[in-house]
T-cell receptor
């Protein structure tokens, strides 16, 4: 069966520190992968999506970047976190119209 | 560009009341439409989806939604809500862009059902 793993579940980081959130998918190959952010009162915002290894599309200008070094691995990064980067980050994958979401990472930048 | 609007940000109902949550979308091409629910402290879960065919879609837990193409709407309904339906509900649109579907969410509606 297909599963999606996302870690860590919670993270508290100081302003200016780097960030790396990892998402891995099992049980499927060549999935479309997504990073979403859920900020308080703003719903789910699509940040990045990827249709293949090394292929990243950014939806909104921001302080974050994404990479896909392997077929089933999707990484969200930042060199220097801002207070406004706080939020709930969700990884998702899709295949044939269906979507599966990870359990999310709650990031608090202090 | 594709977008989704959910005009009701907060809804408060008593148990057994009927529910209708509005969802309007903007997209010029073929659409797939979804409703997701997020219960407190839990993951996003799919309630129902529309790809094609019968515009009245039935989902889990007694929810249904109707796709009205002329109104660009996909409203979620439930005849009688329960306290356990307290959650945040998200409408989402998957627009086909050059064969790749990108899922865009509305801002969500927080539903509080009082016992």
């Amino acid at each position: 069966s297909q599963t999606i793993h996302q870690w860590p579940a919670t993270l508290v980081q100081p302003v200016g520190s780097p960030l790396s959130l990892e998402c891995t998918v099992e049980g499927t190959s060549n999935p479309n992968l997504y990073w979403y952010r859920q900020a308080a009162g703003r719903g789910l915002q699509l940040l990045f999506y990827s249709v293949g290894i090394g292929q990243i599309s950014s939806e909104v200008p921001q302080n974050l970047s994404a990479s896909r070094p392997q077929d089933r691995q999707f990484i969200l990064s930042s060199k220097k976190l801002l207070l406004s980067d706080s939020g709930f980050y969700l990884c998702a994958w899709s295949s044939q119209g269906g979507y599966t979401f990870g359990s999310g990472t709650r990031l608090t930048v202090v | 560009a594709q977008s989704v609007s959910q005009h009701n940000h907060h809804v408060i109902l008593s148990e057994a009341a009927s529910l209708e949550l509005g969802c309007n979308y903007s997209y010029g091409g073929t659409v797939n439409l979804f409703w997701y629910v997020q219960y407190p402290g839990q993951h996003l879960q799919l309630l129902l989806k529309y790809f094609s065919g019968d515009p009245l879609v039935k989902g889990i837990k007694g929810f249904e939604a109707e796709f009205i193409k002329s109104k660009f709407s996909f409203n979620l309904r439930k005849p009688s809500v329960q306290w356990s339906d307290t959650a945040e509900y998200f409408c989402a649109l998957g627009g086909m862009n050059t064969g790749f579907q990108k899922l865009v969410f509305g801002t969500g509606t927080r539903l509080l059902v009082s016992p």
